[in-house]
T-cell receptor, first 114, second 109 residues
Framework: ETGVTQTPRHLVMGMTNKKSLKCEQH?????MYWYKQSAKKPLELMFV???????ENNSVPSRFSPECPNSSHLFLHLHTLQPEDSALYLC?????????????FGPGTRLTVL | GQNIDQPTEMTATEGAIVQINCTYQ??????LFWYQQHAGEAPTFLSY??LDGLEEKGRFSSFLSRSKGYSYLLLKELQMKDSASYLC??????????WGAGTKLIIKP
């Protein structure tokens, strides 16, 4: 148990659906992250929030929309996804955005797009 | 561009020692992390190096040479539960982690 929870753990959706992934951290951290993990590929950083402000958007398609209502919660809203978006989506948090700040990961949401 | 290289897969025997190498080329350097990820689980933090040299933590040690862009993770007295993927990640000048694809370590009895 890392102190970072994610729901749902598994999600199957069609290309026309709209769904949201939720992440919550109970560590009092100020930075939160969304990553995409595909098989045999490096973790891809999607979004970074620091003190509820988005500080990084690594050329992620607009069909992925993040939301950070407060420092404990992070959402990833999904709409009109493609089959190649099927992957494990990991949320992480760290105390601050800066050096020597290890990231704590949630268990991930396994997403399948049909 | 930014690049992190590590072997795709390694096999070792229970009780033995294994060294997992990582080489990197990144825009800036603010430290190197090693994470362990068991199949179907979240990555968990193992070690952090920002200065050259060896950091020891129980059965696990991590080494860094900034001039060579090189690190290794050393696992001693291997146990079956050490079967996992080991991820190398470098923090760049923007304090973002750049990740390697991971090394899958298989431990045989």
């Amino acid at each position: 148990e890392t102190g970072v929870t994610q729901t749902p753990r598994h999600l199957v959706m069609g290309m026309t659906n709209k769904k949201s992934l939720k992440c919550e951290q109970h560590l009092g951290h100020n930075a939160m992250y969304w990553y995409k993990q595909s098989a045999k590929k490096p973790l891809e950083l999607m979004f970074v929030y620091s003190l509820e402000e988005r500080v990084e958007n690594n050329s992620v398609p607009s069909r992925f929309s993040p939301e950070c209502p407060n420092s404990s919660h992070l959402f990833l809203h999904l709409h009109t996804l493609q089959p190649e978006d099927s992957a494990l989506y990991l949320c992480a948090s760290s105390q601050y955005l800066g050096e020597q700040n290890e990231q704590f990961f949630g268990p991930g949401t396994r997403l399948t797009v049909l | 561009g930014q690049n992190i290289d590590q072997p795709t897969e390694m096999t070792a025997t229970e009780g033995a020692i294994v060294q997992i190498n990582c080489t990197y080329q990144t825009s800036g350097f603010n430290g190197l992390f090693w994470y362990q990820q068991h199949a179907g689980e979240a990555p968990t933090f193992l070690s952090y190096n920002v200065l050259d040299g060896l950091e020891e933590k129980g059965r696990f040690s991590s080494f860094l040479s900034r001039s060579k862009g090189y690190s290794y993770l050393l696992l001693k007295e291997l146990q079956m539960k050490d079967s996992a993927s080991y991820l190398c990640a470098v923090m760049d000048s923007n304090y973002q982690l750049i990740w390697g694809a991971g090394t899958k370590l298989i431990i045989k009895p």
